[in-house]
């Protein structure tokens, strides 16, 4: 009996071993294909046109745009497409990679959370090893992608513990269902606060292996549940995520539900692998620092979290007349003497994205408006940065301030 366990043991490894490379060819498509898919909803992201400003790293860094701009947006699909068809060369996602980081440095709005992720899983997983790797080489590189996702999961809960995720973004959240069930709204309400403590629950369970199967299962649900809130049965709101949604839910079933024996330390200790140090950073260390408004949000899973910079621009009837004319669409009257421009309306309705949450990317938006108003002093840029800890209160900012 003891040699038939140990031969089955043995046996469930190499069934193990042997399907890791057909699960990492599966991650890498679902990146590819949920990479494109949000690239091929946000063209105006990429190559324009657009009359939302693009925020460059650098000022002194040439904006990519027109003939460009389309020609490498065009690239991306093709090199993503060589990258399935030719799975064994890792050039094609090279030149994806390098073709985004120049993007992003042109535009810090490209810095979108599944941008992020998908760049880092991409890179983690289609850059190293190759169609000769060692098995255990495919284990620890789909290990790394389950550090990635657990500690999404882990820093998204982390980043709603805040009454205004709790009492406002989560009620509104729900609101295909408290529309039309008004009965369920106190309760819903009251499951709110449970949300932020439940997701980091299921993101640590995932790390065992007694709780890993009903992580799993929570984690996949909460996808279904995000899907039918913001789809079009739903809110039918800011379908860039849907695609990223559903991604994560795939890569869940990828790397949670696999016969791979493997621990929390397997997935949180490796100090063999440069790859490892470097997810730890970005994905442990300086999420942290969010907190503290060290580190930007979008980087450290807060979409929704009700715990970002928010900014609108107010702008007098004067002003008002003499924005660029792409722009003003975008202003609402809402008083006398009053035109607010809603960032995110703006971003979403010109770009198909949430513009990014920092203040330095509002003030450097509103300094190029600021430009085109014949009085510059028709304009004030209002901030609100929300975190964990030290929140700052709202400010108002003028253009000699920008």
């Not at 640590?204 to 007694?210: F, Q």
């Not at 009903?214 to 909460?222: D, K, T």
């Amino acid at each position: 009996m003891g040699k038939q366990g140990h031969m089955g043991k043995q046996g469930n490894a190499e069934d193990s071993g042997a399907a890791q490379p057909q699960r990492l060819f599966l991650l890498r498509l679902t990146i590819l294909v949920a990479f494109c898919t949000g690239l091929a909803m946000s063209p105006g992201l990429w190559m324009g046109p657009r009359s939302y400003p693009q925020v460059p790293v650098w000022s002194l860094l040439p904006p990519i745009e027109g003939a460009v701009a389309a020609a490498l947006y065009g690239a991306l699909f093709v090199l993503a497409a060589l990258a399935v068809i030719v799975p064994r060369s890792r050039w094609p996602i090279a030149g994806f990679l390098a073709i985004i980081v120049a993007f992003c440095l042109a535009d810090q709005t490209r810095w979108q959370p599944w941008m992020f992720q998908y760049s880092f899983l991409l890179a983690a997983a289609g850059l190293a090893g190759g169609g000769g790797a060692a098995p255990v080489d495919d284990l620890q590189t789909l290990n790394l992608a389950r550090l990635v996702i657990v500690f999404t999961y882990v820093f998204s809960g982390l980043q709603k513990i805040n009454l205004n995720f709790m009492e406002n973004e989560f009620s509104w959240i729900i609101t295909p269902i408290t529309s039309l069930l008004p009965s369920m709204t106190t309760p819903l309400d009251a499951f709110g606060f449970l949300v932020p403590f439940v997701q980091v629950a299921f993101g640590v369970g995932l790390l065992t292996r007694r709780f890993r199967r009903a992580s799993l299962a929570a984690a996949v649900g909460m996808h279904v549940f995000i899907l039918a809130m913001f789809g079009p049965l739903g809110l039918n709101w800011n379908d860039i995520v849907w695609p990223w949604t559903a991604a994560m839910a795939m890569f869940d079933v990828l790397l949670f539900s696999s016969p791979d024996d493997f621990t929390w330390r397997d997935i949180v200790w490796n100090v063999r692998d440069l790859r490892h140090g470097a997810a730890v950073a970005l994905f442990v260390v300086l999420p942290a620092l969010s907190f503290f408004n060290l580190w930007d949000s979008y980087l450290s899973s807060a979409l929704y979290s009700g715990n970002l910079t928010e900014a609108q621009i107010y702008l007098s009837d004067l002003g008002a007349a003499s924005t660029p004319g792409n722009v003003r669409p975008y202003l609402v009257h809402t008083s006398e003497n009053t035109n607010v421009l809603n960032l995110q309306r703006w971003a979403i309705a010109d770009l198909n994205v949430t513009p990014y949450a920092e203040t330095r990317v509002f003030k450097t938006i509103a300094g190029d408006l600021c430009h085109a108003l014949r009085d510059r002093s028709q304009l004030v840029l209002v901030v609100k940065e929300q975190r964990l800890f030290f929140s700052r209160p709202e400010v108002g900012l003028r253009c000699s301030q920008l």
